[in-house]
Structures are given as C-alpha cells and as structure tokens.
C-alpha cells in the first residue's frame, strides 16, 4: 500500500510541476513579448529623434538569457529585417556551449521565432536533458554533443547546413568558456547576419589577447579560479574586423559582444561607448579557491589572480 501511494503521490508531483513549469514558461514569454513591443516603440522614436544613434543596451531584456541578450537580438533581428521573408539570410541559428538550453542566447528567438537551429555541448548528459525537453519535437532543433575546437567546427556546422539543405544561417553565439577566439577565426563555412561572443572583461579595454590555444582546454584545469578563459573585447573587436564584421555594443553586463557583418551596417544606426565601460560593469564573483570552493573575487583582485599565466598576443586590426 505504502508503494501505491508513493507512486501516486509521485505522478501528482510530476504532473503539478509540469504545469506549474508551463504557466511560468508562458508567463516568461508573454512578458518578454510585451517588451519586445515596446522596445520597437522605443527604437521607432530614436530613430525619428535622432541623435547619436542606437545604444543597444537600451533594448536589453531576458527570458532565457544569462543578461539582457535576448532583447539585444531581439532588436538586431528586426532592425536588420532577418525575419523577413526578404532576407538573404535563411532564418537558421547556431550556438554552441549552450549546456541543458534552458539559459541560452537563442531559446527565446526559437521560441518567438520559430528558426531553425543547430546547438551543441560537450555534456552528453545535458544534450540528453536537451532532447528530453518538449522544446526539442515542438522545432526543429538539433542538439549534438561536442567538444568544440578549431578543427572540427567547420564539418560539425557543415554536416547539419547539409542535412537542412542550407548554406548560411543568420545568427552565430559562441560561449565555451575558453578558446572562442582562435574557434570564431577558424569559422570559414558561414558568415551571418549576426555573431555573439563571450569575451573575457578581466582582460580590460586595452590588451589585444586571449588564453593561447589548446584543444583540450579546460577553464577550471587551466587555472582553478575559473577566471582564465576567453579572449579580451578588444581582441574580438579585431578579428571581427579582419573576418568583414562591425561591433555593435556589448550588454550592459560586461559579458557578451555584438557583431553585425559589414555589409548590414547602413540598417542600424548604432553608437558604442568607450571600450573600458564594457569592462567596468562585469561585476560578476564566480572566482573559486584551490578546494573549488566560491572565492568572491572582486575588482582588480580577478586578474590579479591569474595575472602569472601566459596570453596570446593577438592581431590589432582594429586601427
């Protein structure tokens, strides 16, 4: 008896949670589009004043985004018309280092949008939790487990454009919490509309580098603070230069970068600030000690700590 009712009681708490996790997700996406309404409000009446153009931070929001990404691309998407049937671009995403999906940069556009897209990790169980969700048969997404380096990017992007009879997709996110730089400069196989990349703001505005490369790095064995991965902003800035795209902004806190390739640029009328207002607001304290434990680093204290290890001196092409 006491089995019975244990299994019952198990299938109510399912059951409940579901629908609890449905009203909320409903509730999530319905705010979010709100949002999105008046964010083009927003932008209609910048547009008409004038001035010295769109600070893309203006439009943050977040649904399913660490920060405000999602409103950021929300406003990239529509001031470039890449939902368009008229668009060149097809309405196709890749992002990758995405883990179980439920924080990401392009859940919120799949969801509102209905693109097709392509995510990968290197977590064979966070791709199974992935393919477990209901998002995973309601779109067509695929999720492949990976681990991502300069090498096999290309065929991993390749072999799902093939399977979807694609040969551009509009939007590219990377965030693998290490070589990012050296994977976006080995990226040859599409050029979209838009791509965002973590970048690393302990580096601050003035050094041109990232962690060197390594195909098996690891952010927390190459250094126990965690704090050691990436690429400075400015080194992205430069490469995004050298591969025809044009940096748009950062979100407001310090974490991800905006491109738009070259040829979009006359659609958006942006402005940036200076370089270290991008740096300075990265408040976040997710430093661990030797023991794994959260060390709360602050400041100056984050680079300090890893100040010893050796960088990649990039290429400045930003001049």
């Not at 996110?173 to 050029?191: L, M, P, Q, R, T």
Request: aromatic letters at 12%.
């Amino acid at each position: 008896m006491k089995k019975f009712l244990k299994k019952i009681f198990n299938k109510l708490r399912i059951y409940f949670t579901h629908e609890l996790d449905s009203k909320l997700d409903k509730l999530t996406m319905l705010h979010a589009n709100l949002l999105s309404i008046q964010h083009k409000q927003l932008y209609r009446q910048q547009l008409m004043v004038g001035g010295g153009g769109i600070d893309i931070r203006d439009f943050e929001f977040s649904a399913y985004s660490q920060n405000g990404e999602d409103g950021i691309l929300d406003l990239l998407i529509e001031s470039l018309e890449l939902d368009s049937p008229h668009s060149s671009y097809p309405r196709a995403f890749v992002e990758f280092g995405v883990q179980d999906y439920t924080e990401s940069n392009t859940r919120y556009l799949l969801k509102k949008r209905n693109f097709m897209g392509f995510i990968m990790d290197g977590s064979a169980t966070h791709i199974e939790s992935i393919k477990q969700d209901g998002i995973y048969w309601k779109h067509d997404l695929e999720a492949q487990c990976a681990f991502i380096t300069k090498d096999n990017i290309n065929t991993l992007i390749k072999q799902w454009l093939d399977s979807r009879k694609l040969d551009n997709i509009a939007i590219l996110s990377i965030d693998i919490d290490g070589v990012d730089y050296f994977v976006w400069e080995a990226i040859e196989c599409v050029k979209p509309a838009i791509v965002v990349v973590e970048y690393n703001a302990i580096f601050g505005e003035s050094l041109c580098v990232s962690v060197p490369y390594r195909a098996d790095f690891d952010r927390f064995l190459a250094h126990h603070s965690g704090l050691y991965f990436g690429a400075s902003i400015k080194a992205l800035i430069s490469l995004g230069k050298s591969k025809g795209y044009i940096f748009v902004g950062a979100d407001s806190s310090g974490t991800n970068a905006f491109f738009i390739h070259q040829s979009l640029e006359s659609k958006l009328p942006f402005s940036t600030a200076p370089l270290q207002e991008y740096c300075s607001t990265h408040h976040a304290r997710q430093s661990r000690d030797a023991f794994g434990n959260l060390s709360f680093l602050q400041g100056d204290e984050r680079l300090k700590a890893i100040k010893h290890l050796p960088l990649h001196t990039c290429k400045d092409f930003s001049h």
